[in-house]
């Protein structure tokens, strides 16, 4: 997974195998929860950091 923050502003989430092969920012289709590249089909799961939660209670 690769992900490009550009300064014209275009920015997503491009498969760094097919820029490592071709140099091709491929912009892969948001499924939802992960990424899909059309070229390869492959399939890039969305990870969520886990949220360090406190459950400290504070009386
Ligand atoms: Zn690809």
Redesign the pocket.
């Known amino acids: 997974m690769y992900y490009v923050c550009k300064e014209s502003g275009e920015d997503g989430s491009f ?1 760094s ?2 820029y490592d092969e071709s140099l091709k920012l ?1 912009r892969m289709h948001d499924l939802g929860n992960g990424f899909q ?1 059309p ?2 089909t ?1 399939i890039f799961l969305q990870i969520h950091e886990q949220e360090e939660q406190s459950e400290e209670v504070l009386w």
Do not use: A, G, Q, T
Request: charged share 10%; with cysteine.
């Open positions: 498969c195998r097919c491929v590249c070229i390869h492959n």
